[in-house]
């Protein structure tokens, strides 16, 4: 395979978000952007992309993107020369550490770093600086199965293959929105389903539309996951289903979890009361378990993102080991990775609890890796993990941070905190591909431009083990550089020129590879060696490849079949795990609990997908999902507005009812953050209770509570640029075709309004004005083009963007259009309504009409429209108007969703 047709220009690369890791193919226009489609033989997607992955062409323009280093100074940021930056960013880390030692510095990397920058960063801090404050947003993300994997199995090894879900008759998902999160993998997994009659269970407190195929849905309370594994632990015992033989000989500690097993969850009964699930339910997801030995237990942030999440890892792993149901075809636990690199960094050692090559800081190990490196500093005890990072840092105990790669003012929990913190620190580095985010926007004191996806080289190691190339099929923006080559360059001015004196992305890969090798002998899970001494070529155009790829010994794709854990008597571990329960007491004032999670076709904190009007359309405001029964008891509307608050912060968000809800839980996404809304930063809410084990923050069940907010206006306004809105307003942007779109809701005087748009307008304006009704409706043009668009009214009356959208992206309104415009109807009085699927930009008022139009199936519809036709994860929401809409019923219809 190589990287490059000559013929198309076309590069081989992989998708930037998600940890299924999908291949690409990407053929630069030669205008800075690129058309991009799956690669056909990659194996993780064999050409499938996801919405998110299709639109990965929407990203790439320049026009927020961090050009040059910059460092502040009394007037604000100032562009200056490489060597500057790198100078004062050295020279400063060396006073500080002087002054307040080593631990007076830290680094806060990220799962989208690639692994060669990763590497780097690790070793620079942990091998020379001498500390291991180096944590990175995984610790947010994967720590927990981390820490789950290596009590269980002394190694962070994930057993399987994407094969096992191929190949599996039951697939568990616990705390998992696959069908959201893990597009690809899930159609994957749907396809098992229809062809080979898989079963699908889905274990969330959210009927999310992961459970819309499931053959049995477990809505259990929040927390309780632990009690439900507990629970069919002792149903396999009780029921004769264990492997005796393989719990004898490969694994220890069993009598005591089963014990602790019996007391959390002695018997379905139990289970069901500890859950809230009924004991029907339990019983037959028990006896699907037993009865079936081709499971897989795929697990995501549900079970990470969590007080006890270790724990409830384990509790998991405890009935595939007591089953042997591990590390054999289509049967094991499967820990979803969220990132692109979530797994290449803890490949690499960073997070602080690590040090490098899936070693640890005993001794041995970190003697070992000294010598490897030729450290002259080696860290010898774990740093601090994020949380606590922050916290040191609110504290002044760690003076200098560099962060890379990741949003921490949005994305770490109590985020107000986190930004009080950040402002304390007396030196703090961004290496960033955007020149605006509310990290950077806090106060970095230096900003390094680092390149960005299209424009970086190195690898990236998905769910399953299988570590791909990301290429280069860009020019670097600006003066950007790689991460790796900023760290280095930052390591040499620290003094440490021969240990970081890499010249290319495969230098660091094959450093990294030789360690992972290094007086290994089948002692580590994590050995690369065979890839150690590829040559700049073969980097260049490696395929795909799955670890272990050990030098001289031939890889087995899995892991356990037959024990071979990775303790020191190579057993597995059972661990007991402890009464689960939330951390933070509901009360009266703040009676329920808010879960944080994704939606489709958003990722993090939007810097990327934000800037694709495709992906915004689907949902493009601010939510709050909530259960109609509390949706009465608290007085909220559908639609309406309400304010979500907790011990920590506030947020106004539109309000979502919905049945998928269950009571006394809210549900609120994470990507909204103060550069595009004013009220939407959700991780200023949650709570920063972190997990024993691990130290991961439990960001799915803090104690909140919710009312009704009233905003007497609402609507929007559609530009070819960013425009200064009127103070005082509830806002969100969003990127729409042929400029912004804002929706808003306002409080104030109708009468703000011709005047705000006078300012941002043509000479050319029409507009029309209703005091009376509440309503003003403008729109400016140049020649017969909207250049401006505003849409004031009462929330009955606000008009329909998704119809004013299609008008404002077309290059020239003729005379009826114009006319029609302000009436908020298009000219054959449809608008196709909000975006239901993302890769073909249908709407659901367009969907809808095909369903009363006698197109009853999604395949029916996907012929007629091509909505779902592409990744297929707008399939359930289709289903779900399906449902909704009469046959034969009238052409208009409105759906709620
Ligand atoms: N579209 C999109 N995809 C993404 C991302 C993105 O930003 N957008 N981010 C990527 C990243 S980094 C990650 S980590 C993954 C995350 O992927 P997921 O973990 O699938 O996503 P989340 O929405 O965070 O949470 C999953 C589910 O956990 C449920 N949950 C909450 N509490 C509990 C509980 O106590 N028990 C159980 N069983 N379930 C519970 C929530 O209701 C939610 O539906 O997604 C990756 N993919
Ligand atoms: N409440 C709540 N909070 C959560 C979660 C949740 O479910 N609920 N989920 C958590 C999880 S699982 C995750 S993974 C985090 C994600 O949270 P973050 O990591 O904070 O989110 P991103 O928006 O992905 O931030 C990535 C940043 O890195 C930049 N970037 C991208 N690529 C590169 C690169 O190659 N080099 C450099 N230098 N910069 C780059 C982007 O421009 C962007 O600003 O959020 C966590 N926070
Ligand atoms: S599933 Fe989507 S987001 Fe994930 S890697 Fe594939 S294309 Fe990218
Ligand atoms: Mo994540």
Not at 146 to 154: I, Y
Not at 191 to 209: E, I, L, M, W
Request: proline content about 5%; charged content about 20%; some cysteine.
């Amino acid at each position: 395979m190589t990287n490059v047709d000559p013929k198309l220009r076309t590069v081989r690369t992989a998708c930037p978000y998600c940890g299924v890791g999908c291949g690409v193919l990407a053929t630069p226009d030669g205008n800075g952007g690129a058309a991009v489609s799956g690669d056909p033989v990659h194996p993780a997607n064999l050409g499938r992309l996801c919405s998110k992955g299709s639109a990965l062409g929407e990203t790439l323009g320049l026009d927020n993107r961090l050009l040059h280093p910059m460092i502040r100074c009394k007037g604000g940021m100032e562009r200056v020369a490489w060597s500057d930056a790198l100078d004062h960013v050295a020279s400063r880390m060396k006073h500080i550490v002087a002054r307040d030692g080593e631990d007076a510095v830290a680094f806060y990397l990220s799962g989208q770093m690639l692994t060669e920058d990763y590497y780097v960063a690790n070793k620079l801090m942990k091998g020379f600086l001498g500390s291991a404050n180096v944590d990175t947003n995984s610790r947010l993300c994967m720590a927990s199965s981390v820490a789950g994997h290596r009590r269980g199995f002394g190694a962070d090894t994930v057993p399987g293959t994407y094969e096992d879900l191929d190949q599996a008759d039951l697939l568990v998902f616990v705390g998992s929105n696959a069908a959201w999160c893990h597009p690809v993998l899930y159609q994957r997994m749907l396809a098992n389903k229809q062809g080979r009659g898989a079963k699908f269970v889905v274990v969330d407190p959210r009927r999310t539309d992961t459970a819309e195929e499931a053959d049995l849905f477990l809505g259990l309370k929040p927390g309780t996951d632990a009690a439900l594994f507990s629970g069919l632990l002792v149903h396999l015992a009780d029921a004769g289903a264990l492997d005796r033989d393989y719990i004898a000989r490969h694994t220890l500690g069993f009598d005591d979890a089963l014990a602790r097993a019996r007391s959390l969850a002695g018997s379905a009964s139990a289970t069901a009361l500890a859950t809230g699930l009924s004991e029907a339910d339990v019983a037959a997801f028990f006896k699907l378990f037993r009865d079936t030995s081709k499971v897989v237990t795929l697990y995501s942030q549900g079970v990470n993102q969590s007080a006890q999440g270790t724990d409830k890892v384990n509790a998991i792993l405890n009935c595939h080991l007591a089953s042997a149901r591990i590390g054999k075809p289509g049967m094991g636990p499967f820990s979803l990775t969220g990132q692109p690199n979530a797994m290449g960094g803890r490949e690499v050692g960073g997070l602080a609890n690590q040090l490098a090559a899936h070693m640890g800081f005993t001794p041995p190990d970190t003697d070992r890796v000294r010598r490897f490196w030729k450290a002259s500093n080696i860290a010898t005890h774990e740093g601090l993990k994020a949380v606590q990072m922050f916290e040191a840092i609110a504290r002044g105990r760690i003076k200098a941070l560099w962060v890379i790669g990741t949003n921490p003012a949005v994305s770490l929990p109590d985020a107000d905190l986190v930004r009080a913190a950040l402002k304390k620190l007396e030196l703090f580095v961004v290496s960033e591909n955007v020149r605006s985010n509310d990290t950077v926007d806090v106060g970095a004191h230096v900003l390094l431009p680092a390149q960005a996806w299209g424009e970086k080289s190195g690898t990236v190691t998905n769910s399953e083990r299988r570590i791909s190339r990301q290429r280069a099929f860009l020019p670097p923006a600006g003066e950007a550089m790689p991460d790796w080559w900023i760290l280095s360059e930052v390591g040499k001015r620290l003094g440490f020129a021969s240990a970081f004196n890499y010249n290319s992305a495969a230098d660091v890969f094959r450093e990294h590879a030789a360690l992972s090798a290094f007086e290994n002998d089948g002692s580590r899970d994590f050995d690369i060696g065979a890839l150690a001494t590829l040559s700049d070529d073969e980097y260049d155009t490696m395929a795909p490849v799955q670890w272990p790829a050990p030098a001289g010994r031939p890889p087995s794709p899995r892991f356990f079949a037959d024990g071979a854990f990775y303790t020191n008597d190579r057993k597995a571990r059972f661990v007991a795990p402890e009464v689960p329960a939330l951390r933070g007491e509901t009360t009266a004032a703040r009676p329920l609990r808010l879960n944080t999670g994704r939606i489709r076709d958003q990722w993090h904190t939007m810097t990327r997908t934000g800037l694709s009007p495709r992906l915004g359309a689907h949902l493009p405001e601010p939510f709050v999902e909530v259960n109609p029964d509390d949706a009465l008891r608290y007085g909220l509307m559908h639609d309406g507005f309400a304010k979500v608050a907790t011990e920590h912060g506030q947020c106004i968000l539109k309000v979502v009812v919905s049945e998928r809800q269950q009571r006394g839980m809210l549900f609120a996404p994470i990507h909204w953050n103060a550069t595009n809304a004013s009220h939407g930063r959700v991780g200023a809410l949650v709570a920063s209770h972190t997990d024993p084990f691990s130290g991961q923050p439990e960001a799915k069940a803090t104690p909140a509570a919710i009312s009704p907010y009233e905003y007497v206006f609402r609507g929007f306004i559609l530009a070819r640029h960013e425009v200064p809105l009127p103070s005082n307003l509830w806002w969100v942007r969003a990127t729409v075709p042929g400029g912004f779109g804002y929706l808003f809701a306002d409080n104030g005087d109708l009468s703000r309004w011709p005047a705000w748009l006078k300012a941002h307008a043509t000479e050319d304006v029409a507009d029309y004005m209703d005091v009376g009704g509440g309503v003003y409706r403008a729109a400016s043009f140049t020649d017969d083009r909207i250049e401006t668009c505003l849409f004031v009214g009462p929330g009955h009356d606000a008009g329909d963007w998704n119809v004013v959208k299609t008008m404002f992206a077309a290059d020239r309104l003729d005379e009826e259009q114009r006319r029609m415009l302000l009436s908020g109807r298009a000219a054959d009085g449809t608008g196709g309504g909000p975006i239901v699927c993302a890769c073909f930009g249908v709407g659901r008022d367009t969907i809808c009409e095909a369903i009363a139009a006698g197109a009853r199936t999604p395949a029916a519809i996907g012929a007629q429209l091509k909505a779902g036709t592409n990744c297929g994860s707008c399939i359930p929401e289709m289903k779900r108007l399906i449902a909704q809409v009469p046959p034969q019923a009238e052409a208009s219809v409105r759906v709620a969703s």
